[in-house]
C-alpha cells in the first residue's frame, strides 16, 4: 500500500465528502456515512491548524532564545572585562568567572638560534663523533653494490 501525506488524506477527503454531496440524492442514507467523515476532516483541519500555530511559536521562540544568548554572552565578556581590568589580566582571580589569564608561554624552544656543539675537553672520555662526511656527498641510501 503507498504511502501518503496527511495533506493527501485530508484532501482526498474533502473529494470524497464533496463527491458523496453531489450523490447524497442518488445514495440513500449516505448522510449517515458522510456526518462522521464531515467531522474527523473538521477535527484533523482543525488539529492542523494548531499544529502549524506552534511550528510557528516554537520558531519564534527559537528565535528569541538565539538573541537572549547572544546578549548573555555579550554580558558576561564585558564582566569578565571588567574583573579583568580591576584584578590584572595576569591574576589567576579571573579563572572563577571563566576568563582564561594570560600566562607566559612555556613548551617549546626557539629553534631560531643554533646552539654551538659542546666540546669535551681533551684526555676525557666522551661519546665517540660521527664521522664527517665527505663534502660532495650527497645524503642518499646505499646503492647494491651487486646490480649493475
Known sequence: MPRSSIADSIAGWEKAVANARANAMDVPGMEAYLAPLEK???????????????????????????????????????????????????????IELGARPVRPRTGKVQQAKAKPPAVSPPGTSGPPSPPAAAPNEKDEAPRNPTAG
Open 40 to 94: 474527523i476532516l473538521a477535527d484533523a483541519k482543525d488539529l492542523t491548524a494548531r499544529l502549524d500555530m506552534r511550528l510557528g511559536i516554537k520558531q519564534q521562540e527559537t528565535r528569541d532564545r538565539r538573541a537572549l544568548i547572544q546578549e548573555g554572552s555579550f554580558q558576561v565578556s564585558r564582566i569578565r572585562s571588567a574583573i579583568k581590568a580591576f584584578y590584572g589580566r595576569n591574576s589567576e582571580r579571573v
